[in-house]
């Protein structure tokens, strides 16, 4: 059997990850639950949760060379581990539906789908990725 070579990170690519990524859960929150404050409130929310938990869980991962999509999936679910208990420490919230199993399932979901989304993104393939890449409806520039 042969080694697998290393992945290698690119700095564009992860940071564009880390712009694109958190936008994600608050903004299918809000579309799929039809509830437009939670937009704000998820942004509010995700992108210091990103910088303080996911960054340093980036390093250690890259350190422990554990970058496979599954690594990603486990690291946003952990993500979302503050969400929850401060989502189970406020309690019942007017507009704001109360803390139960199921709420708990889901937001451990967007967490999961977040991480992915961030392999994808900023890890999983060689080429060069731009914001274009992403958002462009048209085809391919070369």
Known sequence: ???????TLRTNRV?????????????????LFG?????????AVAYPVALVLGVPLLFLMHR???????SFVVTGIACTLPVMIGYAWMGDVPHLESFSALNALI?????????ACFWLIGVAGDSPLRIRDIFDAGPPTS
């Open 1 to 7: 059997m042969t080694a697998a070579a290393p992945i």
């Open 15 to 31: 940071l564009l990850a880390f712009a694109v990524t958190p936008f994600l859960p608050g903004f299918y929150g809000a579309l």
């Open 35 to 43: 509830q437009p404050w939670a937009f704000p409130v998820g942004l």
């Open 64 to 70: 422990a060379r554990r970058l496979e999509w599954w």
């Open 107 to 115: 937001v451990l979901a967007w967490g999961a789908f977040s991480g």
